[in-house]
């Protein structure tokens, strides 16, 4: 990657768009703290990105392409899982959460049911649930409506323009 001095504000939508392999997933997970850049900086309302990675991560919700989930754990465990890494340990506000965004991305009747059994649609739709845990002020999304029917796909348009 080229060297770039990157610096990013809340409320503010950018696209990134370019041809396959210009490096758009590449930056995106320098952004997300996921790899380091060769050279240059990256920050975010004053922080930088690099030199302090977890404070970043606590404001972020990230969905690559493609990310895997654990086999045999269901919808609701998984996502309360995910809702204690991002630091919401309160347990009646970390279900209220849970329970919300399952029924936002329209999954919370199949709560119960594996992850791994998902078809490819239903996954895509609790990463999404998982981008949105902790109120993130920064959301960056690679390809976030791969795999979903035309009603999923405006039903997460309007869940990004909402928040």
Do not use: C, W
């Not at 340990?89 to 329209?106: M, W």
């Not at 409506?145 to 999923?152: H, I, N, R, V």
């Amino acid at each position: 990657m080229r060297n770039i001095n990157l610096s990013i504000s809340a409320g503010k939508v950018t696209a990134i768009v370019g041809p396959n392999g210009a490096g758009k997933s590449t930056l995106m997970r320098t952004i997300a703290s996921l790899q380091e850049p060769s050279s240059g900086s990256i920050s975010f309302n004053n922080i930088d990105v690099v030199k302090q990675p977890n404070e970043i991560r606590k404001q972020l919700g990230y969905l690559p392409q493609e990310f895997g989930v654990y086999p045999k754990i269901s919808a609701e465990k998984l996502l309360n899982h995910m809702a204690i890494l991002k630091g919401i340990i309160n347990n009646k506000e970390r279900k209220e959460q849970v329970t919300a965004l399952l029924q936002q991305v329209n999954l919370h009747q199949h709560r119960k049911k594996s992850v791994y059994t998902f078809s490819g649609g239903m996954r895509q739709r609790f990463g999404i649930a998982q981008l949105l845990l902790n109120n993130p002020k920064l959301i960056i999304v690679d390809e976030p409506t791969a795999g979903l029917d035309p009603a999923e796909r405006n039903r997460f348009l309007n869940v990004l323009r909402e928040g």
